[in-house]
């Protein structure tokens, strides 16, 4: 049971470039979002999902995309990476919103220059 | 904007002493959770309080909840050098899915 994977854990791009971050949880939660963590931001939610087939925009959704094609994964695109998106990234997901905590993968550290 | 803003920002405490946090939301809310996060790392779920609950123990913390004036806060008895950390609040607003966390507090507990 390895709860969330994030792949990769650090990743330098530059700006302009496009890349995709991985997610996948194996413990059959149906609910999954993505943030972004900024020294005294606290973490900013970006997309989220409620179940496969399901996605909606967070608080700061410009500049990414998702899809949730299997319950499993939830990758998260970076369009054209910019400077401002340099950032922590961390997948967390959940059993149920309304009762269950979520499970925290370790963070992808992105760097854009 | 953040749901949630924690107070205070930073708090530096001897080991053995009491820690309080407080978090701060701006609307109804379906329930509320803390979280810690040591430094670097994931954040790792505490404790999850209901809207209909006033106060919930696990272990050494203690929340409470206040939904008329839409706070809570989180008590760390007996503080240990292991509960230094970064301390969250995480909300979701009642009828959303989006679960939205406070910008949180730093822990420094010292030996």
């Known amino acids: 049971n390895a709860g969330v994977t994030q792949t990769p854990k650090f990743q330098v791009l530059k700006t302009g470039q496009s890349m995709t971050l991985q997610c996948a949880q194996d413990?059959?939660?149906?609910?999954m979002s993505w943030y972004r963590q900024d020294p005294g931001m606290g973490l900013r939610l970006i997309h989220y999902?409620?179940?496969?087939?399901?996605?909606d925009q967070g608080e700061v959704p410009n500049g990414y995309n998702v899809s949730r094609s299997t319950t499993e994964d939830f990758p998260l695109r970076l369009l054209s990476a910019a400077p401002s998106q340099t950032s922590v990234y961390f997948c967390?997901?959940?059993?149920?919103?309304?009762?269950?905590?979520?499970?925290f993968g370790s963070g992808t550290r992105l760097t854009v220059v | 904007s953040q749901q949630g803003e924690e107070d205070p920002q930073a708090l530096s405490i001897q080991e053995g002493e009491n820690a309080t946090m407080n978090c701060s939301y701006k609307?109804?809310?379906?329930?509320l959770q803390w979280y810690r996060q040591n430094s670097g790392r994931g954040l790792v779920h505490l404790i999850l309080?209901?809207?209909?609950?006033r106060e919930k123990h696990s272990g050494r913390l203690r929340v409470t909840l206040d939904t008329s004036k839409k706070s809570s806060s989180l008590l760390i008895t007996a503080s240990r050098a292991a509960d230094t950390a970064s301390y969250f609040c995480?909300?979701?607003?009642?009828?959303?899915?989006?679960?939205?966390f406070g910008t949180g507090t730093r822990l420094k507990v010292l030996a």
């Open positions: 609307t109804s809310i379906n329930n």
């Open positions: 309080i209901r809207s209909n609950e």
């Open positions: 413990m059959n939660h149906e609910y």
């Open positions: 999902s409620v179940g496969a087939g399901i996605t």
């Open positions: 995480a909300t979701v607003f009642s009828g959303t899915y989006k679960y939205i």
């Open positions: 967390a997901s959940s059993y149920s919103i309304g009762n269950y905590g979520y499970t």
